[in-house]
């Protein structure tokens, strides 16, 4: 389908010329985060989740929602083809589980190829918002956070550092391009089965310039400021503040989806 790139721009507050260059593809990943949501709304309003470009477009565009990882990064894909980017969907599989020991078509990441590839994720909740470089072999710092991607040419894993200094494990992913329909058993999978994560709770999450909102279930949480880290070893300033509180009632609940998320339900 062709893709309004203007009302994309508009959703993420974006402006001016958009050339298929490195500089581009880190700024609307960025703006992308801060401004379209992480969340599984539908599953617990009985809307079906359907992996098709229209109706992607039109939920996390016209409609100002926000989705996860098929849908978001489904949509990102999609705008950055427009754009003139080549960009390859991957299978991925969260944990640190072996590749044939964990669900198939858990989640979706993707790759895009200028002079150099990158590892581009918008649909991953807290994770980096700026791309990474796939053919980066050492630790990759961000303001948020510092991340490291390795891969044989065929699998990778994609991992986060902690503030103990180890690795994390995020996902593997399979170097293998694939098509949009190729996650509807995932999709279907994390919108219906009582064991996927999605379906026992609410959640809607968006970053902000300064940390992160979250609502989940009745819970909100607000982050602000970021771990002080440092590539050689990961070091805790203090400068993160955490507030937690329970929401009244779904009535609140509702109010907070509107006045934070922009969403209607």
Same mark, same amino acid.
């Given at each position: 389908m062709d893709v309004d790139i203007a009302a994309y721009c508009a959703r993420i507050g974006v402006s001016g010329p958009l050339p298929p260059t490195a500089a581009t593809l880190r700024r609307l990943?960025?703006?992308?985060?801060?401004?379209? $949501?992480?969340?599984?709304? %539908?599953?617990?309003?009985? +809307?079906?989740?359907?992996?098709?470009?229209?109706?992607?477009? =039109?939920?996390?565009?016209?409609?100002? +929602?926000? *989705?996860?990882?098929? =849908?978001?990064?489904?949509?990102?894909?999609?705008?950055? +083809? =427009?754009?003139? !980017?080549?960009? %390859?969907?991957?299978?991925?599989?969260?944990?640190?589980?072996?590749?044939? %020991?964990?669900? $198939?078509?858990?989640?979706?990441?993707?790759?895009?190829?200028?002079?150099? +590839?990158?590892?581009? %994720?918008? *649909?991953?909740?807290?994770? !980096?918002?700026?791309?990474l470089l796939l053919d980066e072999a050492g630790s990759q710092a961000r303001t948020e956070g510092t991340w490291r991607v390795e891969h044989d040419g065929c699998e990778g894993l994609h991992s986060s550092r902690t503030t103990a200094g180890d690795w994390k494990p995020e996902y593997r992913f399979r170097l293998r391009p694939c098509r949009l329909t190729d996650f509807v058993p995932g999709c279907e999978h994390h919108q219906h089965s009582p064991e996927s994560h999605f379906t026992q709770q609410r959640v809607c999450s968006l970053a902000t310039k300064t940390g992160r909102i979250t609502l989940s279930d009745q819970r909100l949480i607000q982050t602000e400021g970021f771990p002080s880290r440092t590539i050689a070893a990961v070091t805790e300033s203090g400068n993160v503040q955490r507030r937690e509180r329970d929401l009244a009632d779904e009535t609140e609940f509702l109010q907070l989806l509107r006045e934070r998320f922009g969403i209607e339900p």
């Open positions: 990943h960025h703006a992308h985060m801060l401004a379209v $949501p992480f969340e599984n709304l %539908d599953i617990h309003w009985g +809307r079906p989740i359907v992996l098709e470009e229209a109706r992607l477009f =039109e939920k996390l565009v016209t409609q100002g +929602r926000g *989705g996860f990882c098929y =849908e978001q990064n489904g949509l990102f894909a999609m705008v950055l +083809r =427009e754009l003139g !980017f080549s960009v %390859d969907l991957l299978e991925a599989r969260v944990g640190a589980n072996p590749w044939e %020991d964990s669900l $198939p078509w858990d989640h979706m990441t993707l790759q895009v190829t200028l002079k150099e +590839r990158w590892l581009a %994720d918008v *649909g991953f909740g807290d994770g !980096f918002r700026e791309p």
